[in-house]
């Protein structure tokens, strides 16, 4: 005969742990995502300006080197803060 037993203190304690863990990366991407945006504008502007003023990187660097360059920083920059966001945040919580 099956029992009916109530959710034991294990099953609530994991679907605390899967609601703080969608929680965390929740804010991970959003950390990663301003710090992403940021950064791609920061690199945006002395990139360009350097394709349109120095003779050199007017000479080598076309569009799509240009591209290649802010989209790098910018995605290096969202997986890093990401990563970092939601390292930060389960360390805090852990000795809870």
Known sequence: MAKNVAHSPS???YDQRLAMAK???HEG???GAKAGLVAGVIT????????KMLPWAKANLNYTAQALIISTVAGA?????ADKTVLKLARRNSFR
Do not use: K
């Not at 945006?44 to 394709?51: C, E, L």
């Not at 920059?77 to 803060?81: A, D, G, L, Q």
């Open 23 to 25: 929680q965390y990366s």
């Open 29 to 31: 991407v959003v950390a």
């Open 77 to 81: 920059t969202y997986f890093i803060v």
């Open 44 to 51: 945006a502007i002395p990139t360009i300006a350097s394709a």
């Open 11 to 13: 099953e609530a304690s």
